[in-house]
């Protein structure tokens, strides 16, 4: 485990950021300033209630950065997992936990200036072009996330203020010297044991299961086999882009372009070049470097002389001398003074006389000369119009945007219009699960609009949604299959082989028992693989199950065999030997205690929470939330 840490340092500190900071961080602070008594409240903290819109929209939030993190795992999301009674309560306690800290950070004065939250908001990387804050991207992300700047800006205030408040709780904790040094002994101790597994799938044949037991898990347990709701859509896409496409340039603008930017389509004299380098170091005696080098130039320039094959012996620029000395193409500017005036003074085939720079004494050969041109208007007008294009494109996007969005609103019953209008191609989706979406309808604001009763219901156009700077989306349902009892003759053959192999498994493990019993008698080595050595940071390719079982089995009587249920069916280990093992190394104790130190501050810090959340006198009305689950 600490082999792992030690190796995602990066990804351990995310981690345990999570588990150490509570969730309030993930979640708005909408309701804060309502005082007003609400009879739907699902919670009161200090005083102040937690509202059911506040908790809406916690869980949407939620929903969307899982969804996010499925995504970028590339593994599904499953929609469901989130509405629980677990789960719900979970966000509820999220938000009451904020709620409660918010309260504590204002009644202590904990205050974050408006020069500092202006620094803060211009220094994330997501808002800034070019090194520098930009106030499009600004408006785009609020745009995104349908907030106002003072909302936004309320929101991060209060989480910097509640991060500054607990920073000093979550940097206190420490595990002491003893503790830190019992666990790296116990992550250092190996093992020497035996391996026998009993493969479930040995026993598969064996079993037999009863007429009616594929039928009566299925009735059993009807939620597993519940087929999502499926929706096929039809969507449009307006986009900087897709403006560009349908735009044709004047000529007589591409050729004004052509002329303002001459120089863009210059290409100045390039020279073609081979060396070698005998090196010099600068303010050193040269004399023996240079001698070097006027005995090589002899052997250049001597008839017959094959200038690449000297350089790749001789030349101690190990880069070009693997290239027979080979500079390749390149222009003024590109190398030293003194090397470039030699270059540029020669004849193509020339070997030039010593020329001397900061890096020792060159012999120089001109291979090719490319002189300056000029790229003709016809070589260039398709960049030109696509250039031309994209920044009208632009010019024209804000207008069009406005446009779509009120057209695919007030004629909500279709997306021809827009299209039409725009000159955009409708595509189409699905059918699919709103927790199984196709990429090109991924964006969560984009779903949880169409999967909403008015889409559903009415199939009327989703709103235009922003899904990436300079691109709209509006999609509208044309198909939808409610979610729906799967059949039992389609998933009769899936419980059929689920029952089998837990069947297979309760056999191997019954087997195992048996055959466990017997060699805690004898201590009979007979069946079992060869010896290797395990310890908890080098499993040997044991289970997870067998290494815990391995490492936490008494070691007072050796040898031992122990038993443990695994994935493939059940284990047998003969435990032959134990041992200390290395020392722990520096950075491996760096971990241990590193990783010891923030469990150490996650219990401070829940012990802390729990106390702030005392003096705010929290209530939670659990019969509201569960009237909201219904």
Same mark, same amino acid.
């Given at each position: 485990?600490?082999?792992?840490?030690?190796?995602?340092? *990066?990804?351990?500190?995310?981690?345990?950021?999570?588990?150490?900071v509570?969730?309030?961080?993930?979640?708005?602070?909408?309701?804060?300033?309502?005082?007003?008594?609400?009879?739907?409240?699902?919670?009161?903290?200090?005083?102040?209630?937690?509202?059911?819109?506040?908790?809406?929209?916690?869980?949407?939030?939620?929903?969307?950065?899982?969804?996010?993190?499925?995504?970028?795992?590339?593994?599904?999301?499953?929609?469901?997992?989130?509405?629980?009674?677990?789960?719900? $309560?979970?966000?509820?306690?999220?938000?009451? /936990?904020?709620?409660a800290?918010?309260?504590?950070?204002?009644?202590?004065?904990?205050?974050?200036?408006?020069?500092?939250?202006?620094?803060?908001?211009?220094?994330?990387?997501?808002?800034?072009?070019?090194? +520098?804050?930009?106030?499009?991207?600004?408006?785009?992300?609020?745009?995104?996330?349908?907030?106002?700047?003072?909302?936004?800006?309320?929101?991060?205030?209060?989480?910097?203020?509640?991060?500054?408040?607990?920073? &000093?709780?979550?940097?206190?904790?420490?595990?002491?010297r003893?503790v830190?040094e019992?666990?790296?002994?116990?992550?250092?101790?190996?093992?020497?044991?035996?391996?026998?597994?009993?493969?479930?799938?040995a026993?598969?044949?064996?079993?037999?299961?009863?007429?009616e037991?594929?039928?009566?898990?299925?009735?059993a347990?009807?939620?597993?086999?519940?087929?999502?709701?499926?929706?096929?859509?039809?969507?449009?896409? =307006?986009?900087?882009?897709?403006?560009?496409?349908?735009?044709?340039?004047?000529?007589?603008?591409?050729?004004?372009?052509?002329?303002?930017?001459?120089?863009?389509?210059?290409?100045?004299?390039?020279?073609?070049?081979?060396?070698?380098?005998?090196?010099?170091?600068?303010?050193?005696?040269?004399? $023996?470097?240079?001698?070097?080098a006027?005995?090589?130039?002899?052997?250049?320039? $001597?008839?017959?002389?094959?200038?690449?094959?000297?350089?790749?012996?001789?030349?101690?620029?190990?880069?070009?001398?693997? +290239?027979?000395?080979?500079?390749?193409?390149?222009?003024?500017?590109?190398?030293?003074?003194?090397?470039?005036?030699?270059?540029?003074?020669?004849?193509?085939?020339?070997?030039?006389?010593?020329?001397?720079?900061?890096?020792?004494?060159?012999?120089?050969? =001109?291979?090719?000369?490319?002189?300056?041109?000029?790229?003709?208007?016809?070589?260039?007008?398709?960049e030109?119009?696509?250039?031309?294009?994209?920044?009208?494109?632009?010019?024209?996007?804000?207008?069009?945007?406005?446009?779509?969005?009120?057209?695919?609103?007030?004629?909500?019953?279709?997306?021809?219009?827009?299209?039409?209008?725009?000159?955009?191609?409708?595509?189409?989706? &699905?059918?699919?699960?709103?927790?199984?979406?196709?990429?090109?309808?991924?964006?969560p604001?984009?779903?949880?609009?169409?999967?909403?009763?008015?889409?559903?219901?009415?199939?009327? /156009?989703?709103?235009?949604?922003?899904?990436?700077?300079?691109?709209?989306?509006?999609?509208?349902v044309?198909?939808?299959?409610?979610?729906a009892?799967?059949?039992?003759?389609?998933?009769?053959?899936?419980?059929?082989?689920?029952?089998?192999?837990?069947?297979?498994?309760?056999?191997? *493990?019954?087997?195992g028992?048996?055959?466990?019993?017997?060699?805690?008698?004898?201590?009979?080595?007979?069946?079992?693989?060869?010896?290797?050595?395990?310890?908890?940071?080098?499993?040997?390719?044991?289970? &997870?199950?067998?290494?815990?079982?391995?490492?936490?089995?008494?070691?007072?009587?050796?040898?031992?065999?122990?038993?443990?249920?695994?994935?493939?069916?059940?284990?047998?280990?003969?435990?032959n030997?134990?041992?200390?093992?290395?020392?722990?190394?520096?950075?491996?104790?760096?971990?241990?205690?590193?990783?010891?130190?923030?469990?150490?501050?996650e219990?401070?810090?829940?012990?802390y929470?729990?106390?702030?959340?005392?003096?705010?006198?929290?209530v939670?009305?659990?019969? /509201?939330?569960?009237k909201?689950?219904?």
């Open positions: 485990m600490f082999e792992f840490i030690r190796t995602h340092q *990066r990804l351990m500190q995310f981690l345990l950021l999570v588990l150490i509570p969730p309030f961080a993930f979640f708005g602070i909408d309701g804060y300033k309502q005082f007003t008594e609400d009879t739907g409240a699902l919670a009161k903290v200090a005083g102040h209630t937690i509202t059911q819109q506040e908790y809406a929209q916690a869980q949407r939030d939620q929903m969307e950065r899982q969804r996010d993190v499925a995504r970028s795992l590339n593994v599904p999301f499953d929609a469901a997992s989130l509405d629980t009674p677990a789960a719900r $309560a979970a966000v509820l306690d999220s938000l009451v /936990n904020q709620r800290l918010t309260t504590y950070a204002v009644r202590r004065g904990v205050v974050i200036t408006d020069d500092y939250l202006r620094e803060f908001i211009a220094a994330i990387p997501a808002l800034q072009e070019g090194g +520098q804050f930009s106030k499009e991207r600004y408006a785009r992300l609020l745009a995104a996330q349908g907030l106002t700047a003072e909302s936004f800006e309320m929101r991060l205030r209060q989480d910097l203020s509640l991060q500054a408040l607990n920073k &000093g709780v979550a940097e206190t904790g420490f595990a002491p003893a830190q019992a666990v790296a002994r116990a992550q250092s101790e190996e093992r020497e044991i035996q391996e026998l597994v009993i493969r479930s799938d026993f598969a044949g064996g079993v037999k299961l009863a007429p037991a594929a039928r009566a898990y299925y009735d347990n009807q939620a597993a086999f519940m087929q999502p709701a499926q929706a096929r859509v039809e969507y449009v896409v =307006l986009s900087v882009d897709a403006i560009a496409a349908g735009l044709t340039p004047p000529p007589e603008e591409v050729k004004a372009y052509y002329d303002q930017n001459a120089a863009k389509y210059r290409q100045e004299e390039q020279r073609q070049a081979s060396h070698i380098l005998v090196k010099a170091e600068p303010g050193a005696d040269r004399s $023996a470097a240079r001698a070097r006027e005995e090589l130039l002899k052997q250049a320039r $001597a008839p017959g002389a094959d200038f690449a094959a000297l350089a790749k012996k001789h030349s101690q620029d190990p880069i070009s001398a693997a +290239q027979g000395g080979s500079l390749g193409s390149f222009g003024r500017g590109a190398m030293v003074k003194a090397f470039e005036d030699a270059v540029f003074a020669m004849k193509p085939g020339a070997i030039s006389d010593l020329v001397e720079s900061e890096f020792g004494f060159h012999i120089i050969r =001109l291979a090719a000369v490319t002189p300056a041109q000029v790229r003709s208007l016809d070589e260039v007008r398709g030109i119009e696509k250039e031309w294009s994209r920044r009208e494109a632009q010019k024209r996007f804000t207008e069009a945007a406005e446009g779509f969005t009120n057209i695919v609103y007030e004629q909500a019953d279709s997306l021809k219009p827009a299209a039409d209008k725009y000159k955009l191609k409708i595509a189409t989706a &699905g059918p699919f699960a709103r927790t199984a979406p196709p990429k090109e309808v991924s964006h604001r984009v779903l949880e609009r169409l999967f909403a009763d008015d889409a559903v219901k009415a199939r009327r /156009n989703t709103e235009a949604v922003e899904v990436a700077p300079g691109t709209l989306m509006s999609a509208r044309v198909d939808y299959a409610p979610q009892l799967r059949p039992f003759e389609a998933v009769s053959a899936a419980i059929v082989e689920q029952l089998t192999r837990k069947e297979a498994a309760a056999l191997a *493990r019954k087997e028992e048996a055959r466990l019993a017997k060699l805690r008698e004898t201590a009979d080595a007979a069946g079992f693989g060869a010896a290797k050595t395990v310890s908890r940071s080098k499993p040997e390719g044991l289970s &997870g199950e067998a290494l815990r079982a391995v490492m936490a089995a008494p070691a007072t009587k050796l040898p031992t065999v122990i038993g443990v249920p695994i994935g493939a069916g059940y284990a047998l280990l003969r435990i030997k134990v041992s200390a093992g290395a020392a722990a190394e520096p950075a491996r104790l760096s971990a241990i205690r590193l990783a010891l130190d923030r469990a150490q501050a219990g401070d810090f829940s012990a929470l729990e106390s702030v959340k005392a003096g705010a006198k929290v939670v009305f659990k019969e /509201n939330l569960e909201k689950s219904n």
